[in-house]
Structure formats: structure tokens, C-alpha cells
């Protein structure tokens, strides 16, 4: 097998962990401590996990966060989610192809049913340790109230763990500056200080009951009742899917896997990746990409214009990702695994327009189109008539700065709801709130200082979005965003209010937290002015006297230019400020180098077009776009007729997924959405072994639950 471990990373520590023997359909591999068997796979080249047993199909991960069933496989004989589960040593790893089987427990060796559920109590209940979830916690602790918060996976922070980018938002309110990892490192640290919060990490809430009881799969294995004065939501989103032709085909995986691969776990999951979906998320997976050294073929948006930050798109472009914006994509091409992608105009109705496809070579295809809130623990405790908040994500799709806000406003309004002398949530709590939630304000055009001595900063972000860490970090103060509203776009001042100028410590360049201040130096030499742009790739990549190609901030090349010096300070946070040599007349349009090389995103010469039309509405069922529209034109109107036919929206998943879909294609056949009727949600909104509720030790890992 081959080693596809990220061994450097520009951001990431690759700290040393023991090695964990274990076997993949009788092949002796190594998995890393800590490590899932998804990723442990991956890392050893195995991207197809199994064969689905309805047609065949080539399973691999999709959403490596719990939410669907593609990933499953069998762990010591036991069916379980790989993207979950933890790698033990010698642990027996085999693809669940066919239909399963239930494992043999002998009647001797069966355990006697439990008398009863352990049952306890808590004044609040937090589902999810994400940033929401963390911040509500550390709110409620530092009240000295008792707090269990629960979360799913086996470390806290939620997303905040994938995202190695500095964060926009206040650097007051929200730590914007500093980078996502650090801050779940910091609002973990925040909750484990408090004495009354207690945290149960890899432990799955799976159902709120009418009895205001929720049920909690504790360490994989244990179930608990837990009855909470209070529920908090603080469960995040999941990704949204898109219908294409080969949408399921191994290499075809949601933002949230791909992040998790690399930036979690330090796995290079691709050569070749092509982005679907514009907005903040496919963005920085691209970004994310291009630093652990994947080649980023391109990105295709329906829309006219991306929808997250243009600073985001800018860093794109100007390191050679071409953006194709009113394109989507038609089809993934490939028999095992992702070969090629295939991507077309839209006219402005979003429909392809024939002779303009375009077929690129790529191994994996990120979808990131879109995300949708996980919120069915909310809505069942509210119909049953609980105390319930929810917070984040879960309350509202925004950025996780947005989200950890969020959670401290949370956190208040739920010590009042105790009863507890809490005091009012402050007004400008709720106005940050909804800055930090705003979608991106007005752009104007890009206006370089007309000043040619001296050294000063250049601003290449022209849009309104919540962001300030500039203003702080220049010690002169020469940098300014109105305190009442950190959306506007940062004005500078030659002369500070202490009489001083710019020095070029280019402290606002590494600060910037999309990489869109440069700064431009005249006093050497003003004909050859240096300029100082930020870098956050391999420092060795770089050297004195290395010749780069510069882009300004829409990606147009402007030339050649040497580098003069590469500096990686502490004070930096890891990002380097690079010092270039350029002509007068372009050093102050240049906004970044260029990290890849044209060929690199050139299309294919002949544009293949995928013939079966194999589009999968329904993952865990196999069932294709085609069936569900074939019945909706027969007069399926209920939801639950139509799993009664094809059973999708029974698998795994419980409809999760496939579910929205479904909505789509009755909204594309011209249904009115009052004429449909909803199918009729599960009990359990996560699946859970029925030997859990037996008393049969499942999943525990020590080895003899199930001989």
C-alpha cells in the first residue's frame, strides 16, 4: 500500500503518534493512535470501503461526520461507521458487501437483560461541542450551574478542528485573527476550567422521547436516559447533496470530508481535486487544498458571482484556481473512483447550454454546495413541549464566529430560564450577533493610495463583511473600521494620532485573515519599490533570489519579480511575509504569487459525456432520480407511499439526506409543497444497535461482546 500522510504542513504540527497495527480484508496496514478507520484507509490508498448490494456500486466516505451510512464497513465483525470509529490494534477491517447478517451470539453467552436504564438528571443538557455548544458551556459553568454536554465525535470544537485559516469576525467578541484550531483549543480550554460542566465525548444523542427524556449512546456502547431542565441544540449542519450523473461514485465526497481528512487527520485524499459550489466553504476547501500540497483544478458556481467572501475567491484566483462562475456541473466520469469531472454553462434559468461542456481531469470532486441545519432534537423537544434552545448552526446557517456568539448569548438566556441572577443579555450582544451573522454587503472597485514614497499598506478587500484584526494590529493605530459597524471596508492614515507613520513591520500583512494586504516599501528604492505579501505555504518553498510569477487581486498575471527576503517570525502565527522587488508601475496591484501553474487546470482535449444515467437521489437504498420522478408523475403526492416503493428515505440515514432531494425533484415537477405530505420521522434520529437496548455490549472495544 501506498503512504499518503501529509508529512508537512505550513499550518498543522504533525505531532508523533504510536503506530496501531490493524487489517484490512486480511492485509496487515497501519493505522496511527487516535485514528478512524476512514482515514487510516485512505491513508494507505483505500478509497473504495465496499460494494452496495442492490447493484454493486463502489462505496466510499461521503460526509465523514456521521451523517450517512456510505463508509460502512465491517470492524471485527461488527457493522459500523468508519469515519466514527477509532482504530484498535489488530482490529479486522472488511468491506460490508451483500445483505447483512446478524453476528452470532450464543444463547449461553447472552447476557441477562438490564432491570432498568440508568437514568440521571441535569439542570442543562447541551447536544454538540462545537463552537456553540463550547461557548454556551463556559457561559453556564462560570454561573456554577451543572451542565453535561455530549458530543459525537472524539475531540471537541466541531468544524472549528478542520479550519486552519485565520477567522473574520471582532477580535474582541470573537478571537477573529487567530485561526479556527487554535480557537476550539481555547473554548475547550474554557469549559474544562469550569468544575460543573461535565463532557462525554463519542457519545451520540439518538432520540428526544414525549417523557422529556433524551436518549444518549454513551462511549458507543452504554445507553443512557438523560432528563435535562433545559436542552440546548448546538448540533451544527449537514452538507446538502447534488443530483449529477455519478454523484456516488468513490472521489465524490461532501467540504466537511475532505477538511476532515487533511486538516484533522493529516491525509492527502487527492492529486487532482475540482470544487463544486462557490461559498465560503468550497473557497477555503480549495484554499485548504492548495497548502497540503493538492493541485485545486478548478471551481465551478451556478451563480453569477460566488457567494462567500470575495477575499476568499481573490486568494483563489490569484494562486491560479480559475473560478467558473454561471457553470455547474453535469456529470463525474468513472467506473471504480472519480476520473474526470465535466462541467457546462448555464443560461439564467441554470440550465446547461449545449457545445460549452468542458471535461477536466481530477480524482475527487468536493461538493460543497450548501449546508442545512441539524436540527430534529430541536424540533421534537419543542413539540413535546420542553425547555429548549438551539444555538449555531443549528438555529441558523452562518459563519462559526456567528456560531460561537451565538452560543454566549445562548448560554445567558438559559441561566435566565433557570432562574438563575444572570442579568439581561447586553443590546450590543444581540447587535454583534447579527453583524457577525450579515451575508457580504456592497463591493467597490479596488483603489490603490496614490502616494509613490514612503512604505504603506495596500488593501486589496473591497466588500463589507464582518472582519477588524488590521485595526489592532498596527502599533501606530494608522488603521481604522468604525467600531459600530465592522463591516465597512479598512481606511488608512499616513500620520497617527501619536504623530507617527507607518514603519513597514508588516504586522497588518501577516494579519490579514484573507491574505489581502500587501504593503509597498519606496525607500530604498522608489523605482523599484519592495513589496510585502503574505504566504502561508512550506517556507522552504520559497528562497532569496527565486524568481515568481505576482497576480493582482483578479488573477491577472503582471509579471515576474525576484524575492528579496522570506520572513517566518513567531509573532507571525505562521504565516510568512515574503518581500518582492518590483517595478514601480505594478508593485502596487500586486495582491499575492501564484502557487500553481497554468497547465495545471487546463481542460481535457475531448469532452467525455457520462452515458448512464445513474444519478442517485437516495445513497442508502441506491435509488435513482429517475424513480422517484416516475412516480411523482404517476400521482404519488405522500412521501410514505413513495418509501414504500423504492424504501428510500429507510436507510441509515433516515432520510437525512435523500429527503430534501426528494422536495426538489416534486418542486421541479411543478407540485405545490402544500399538496405533499410528509413521510413520518423516526423515533430515533441515529441509528443504534437493538443489542445496545438489550444489554449486549456493542462496539466497546474490548474484544468480547461479540464472540
Not at 486552519?164 to 470573537?174: C, E, I, N, P, Q
Not at 479596488?446 to 488590521?470: L, S, Y
Not at 510569477?549 to 503582471?558: I, K, M, R, S, Y
Not at 459525456?609 to 437521489?617: C, F, L
Amino acid at each position: 500500500m501506498s503512504n499518503y500522510r501529509i508529512d508537512q504542513h505550513p499550518i498543522l504540527p504533525n505531532a508523533k503518534r504510536e503506530a496501531v497495527p490493524f487489517y484490512w480484508q486480511g492485509q496487515h496496514l497501519v493505522a496511527l493512535e487516535g485514528e478512524t478507520i476512514s482515514s487510516a484507509l485512505f491513508a494507505n490508498g483505500v478509497r473504495t470501503f465496499g460494494h452496495h448490494h442492490k447493484d454493486g456500486a463502489p462505496q466510499g466516505i461521503f460526509c465523514a461526520n456521521g451523517q450517512c451510512a456510505q463508509c460502512l464497513v465491517l470492524a471485527d465483525g461488527m457493522p459500523v461507521k468508519s469515519c466514527m470509529e477509532l482504530v484498535r490494534p489488530n482490529m479486522r477491517v472488511a468491506p460490508a458487501d451483500g445483505l447483512p447478517e446478524l453476528p452470532k451470539v450464543p444463547v449461553a453467552a447472552a447476557p441477562s437483560l438490564p432491570e432498568t436504564t440508568p437514568e440521571l438528571e441535569f439542570p442543562v443538557l447541551i447536544i454538540g461541542g462545537g463552537p456553540s455548544g463550547l461557548a454556551a458551556a463556559a457561559q453556564l459553568g462560570r454561573l456554577g450551574i451543572r451542565v453535561l454536554l455530549i458530543d459525537d465525535k472524539h475531540r471537541l470544537g466541531g468544524k472549528l478542528v478542520l479550519q486552519t485559516h485565520r477567522f473574520f469576525g471582532s477580535v474582541d467578541a470573537v478571537w477573529a485573527g487567530t485561526r479556527g484550531i487554535d480557537i476550539a483549543t481555547k473554548l475547550e480550554q474554557q469549559v474544562r476550567e469550569q468544575p460543573t460542566v461535565e463532557i462525554w465525548t463519542n457519545s451520540t444523542a439518538v432520540a428526544v422521547f414525549s417523557d422529556h427524556k433524551v436518549g444518549i449512546l454513551k462511549d458507543g456502547h452504554n445507553y443512557i436516559l438523560v432528563k435535562p431542565q433545559v436542552l440546548l441544540v448546538a448540533t451544527g449542519a449537514r452538507e446538502k447533496n447534488l443530483l449529477f450523473k455519478g454523484n456516488t461514485l468513490p472521489g465524490v465526497y461532501g467540504a466537511g470530508a475532505f477538511q476532515t481528512l487533511v486538516n484533522r487527520d493529516l491525509v492527502r485524499p487527492s492529486e487532482r481535486l475540482f470544487i463544486v459550489g462557490g461559498g465560503n466553504v468550497g473557497l477555503i476547501g480549495g484554499y485548504h487544498a492548495l497548502q497540503a500540497g493538492i493541485d485545486v483544478v478548478g471551481l465551478v458556481e451556478a451563480a453569477r458571482e460566488c457567494g462567500g467572501y470575495k477575499v476568499h475567491k481573490d486568494k483563489l484566483v490569484r494562486m491560479g484556481v480559475p473560478i467558473y462562475t454561471s457553470h455547474t456541473i453535469l456529470s463525474a466520469n468513472g467506473t471504480d473512483s472519480v476520473e474526470s469531472v465535466t462541467i457546462a454553462r448555464v443560461d439564467e434559468k441554470f440550465r446547461p447550454i449545449p457545445g460549452t461542456e468542458q471535461t477536466f481531469a481530477c480524482d475527487t470532486i468536493l461538493i460543497a454546495v450548501g449546508l442545512d441545519p441539524v436540527n430534529e432534537f430541536y424540533l421534537k423537544a419543542r413539540e413535546f413541549g420542553m425547555t429548549v434552545f438551539a444555538s449555531g448552526d443549528a438555529e441558523e446557517i452562518a459563519e462559526a464566529s456567528a456560531a460561537i456568539f451565538s452560543g454566549k448569548i445562548t448560554g445567558l438566556e438559559i441561566a435566565k430560564a433557570l432562574g438563575y441572577e444572570a442579568g439581561e443579555v447586553p443590546e450590543d450582544w444581540y447587535r454583534m450577533s447579527e453583524v457577525l451573522k450579515s451575508r457580504p454587503g456592497a463591493n467597490y472597485a479596488e483603489k490603490a493610495p496614490e502616494w509613490e514614497e514612503g512604505v504603506f499598506p495596500v488593501f486589496h478587500c473591497t466588500q463589507e463583511i464582518p472582519c477588524n484584526p488590521c485595526t489592532g494590529a498596527c502599533p501606530q493605530g494608522l488603521i481604522r473600521i468604525d467600531k459600530s459597524d465592522i463591516r465597512q471596508v479598512p481606511a488608512f492614515s499616513q500620520i497617527g494620532a501619536n504623530g507617527k507613520g507607518c514603519g513597514g513591520c508588516e504586522k497588518c500583512v501577516t494579519t490579514c485573515p484573507g491574505l489581502a494586504i500587501t504593503m509597498v516599501d519606496y525607500r530604498k528604492d522608489p523605482a523599484f519599490p519592495e513589496v510585502s505579501v503574505s504566504y502561508e505555504f512550506l517556507k522552504d518553498n520559497l528562497r532569496v533570489g527565486d524568481i515568481v510569477t505576482v497576480l493582482d487581486t483578479h488573477g491577472h498575471e503582471l509579471g515576474e519579480v525576484p524575492v528579496t527576503a522570506v520572513r517566518a517570525l513567531k509573532a507571525n502565527d505562521r504565516t510568512i511575509a515574503v518581500r518582492l522587488k518590483a517595478p514601480a508601475a505594478i508593485a502596487k496591484q500586486i495582491a499575492g504569487i501564484r502557487v500553481q501553474q497554468p497547465e495545471t487546470t487546463s481542460a481535457m482535449e475531448q469532452v467525455v459525456m457520462r452515458t448512464s444515467d445513474d444519478t442517485i437521489i437516495c445513497r442508502c437504498g441506491r435509488v435513482t432520480a429517475g424513480e422517484i420522478r416516475q412516480l411523482i408523475r404517476a400521482g404519488y403526492r405522500d412521501i410514505n407511499q413513495i418509501k414504500v416503493v423504492t424504501r428510500s428515505t429507510m436507510g441509515a440515514c433516515s432520510g437525512k439526506n435523500c429527503g430534501p432531494l426528494i422536495m426538489r425533484i416534486f418542486r421541479e415537477e411543478g407540485i405545490a409543497m402544500g399538496d405533499v405530505v410528509q413521510n413520518v420521522s423516526r423515533p430515533l434520529f441515529v441509528e443504534i444497535p437493538l443489542g445496545v437496548f438489550a444489554g449486549v455490549g456493542v462496539g466497546n472495544g474490548e474484544g468480547d461482546d461479540h464472540e
